[in-house]
């Protein structure tokens, strides 16, 4: 409440500025991973096949039109020859229900898992970035760190991750970071940063 009443403040104090804007930043609606989806279901039907297959569940997610007009399917990946891995986007209070239950389609029973996909560069192994954009002249090994070879043809035996080295050039005392990983492990701190950032800025609702 004090956070509201004091964000209300600023932005009063903004408004009436004659050299200041305020503009809120809109948060982005979650996405979900829908795993191993029957490759029969064609494209854009997804949308009808769990409409017409899990009626109960639409209705507690607010009916069909409501459904409709908060479901969206983003892309597709993973594909085989018999399924595929679909995302989709919807908002807060969709999210929350189709994650505690199943969802049937025609020949199947699935379970939908939360999907965040964090975007890293191969060349620099920044984030936010792809290697097509990246403004780095040389390629980094995400092992080591060494400009001299690529990650596959990595052989030291110690790992020091570059994402880490560069946050630590501008890190002081205690909040340096530990770089003794490679940079796709889950035990990075800058990727968990990343993460977290990324977290707060989709609209999960208060449901």
């Known amino acids: 409440m004090r956070k509201q009443k004091d964000l209300d403040k600023l932005k009063l104090a903004i408004t009436t500025s004659n050299s200041l804007k305020c503009q809120e930043i809109k948060k982005r609606n979650p996405r979900l991973l829908l795993p191993r989806i029957d490759i029969d279901i064609k494209k854009d039907k997804l949308l009808d096949v769990i409409t017409e297959n899990n009626e109960w569940l639409i209705e507690k997610c607010g009916g069909e039109e409501y459904f409709r007009n908060n479901f969206t399917e983003k892309f597709i990946f993973g594909k085989n020859e018999n399924s595929e891995n679909i995302v989709v986007e919807v908002n807060g209070k969709i999210r929350k229900i189709l994650l505690e239950n199943r969802i049937n389609s025609i020949w199947q029973s699935i379970w939908a898992k939360d999907y965040l996909s964090i975007q890293q560069c ?23 760190g060494s400009t001299e070879h690529k990650f596959k043809e990595c052989k030291s035996i110690t790992c020091k991750c570059i994402v880490c080295i560069r946050r630590n050039s501008k890190l002081e005392g205690n909040n340096i970071l530990h770089i003794d990983h490679d940079v796709r492990s889950n035990n990075c701190l800058s990727k968990h940063n990343i993460k977290e950032i990324m977290l707060k800025n989709i609209d999960y609702g208060e449901y």
């Open 122 to 144: 191969y060349k620099c192994f920044g984030y936010g970035h792809t290697q097509h954009t990246c403004r780095e002249t040389k390629h980094y090994c995400g092992k080591c």
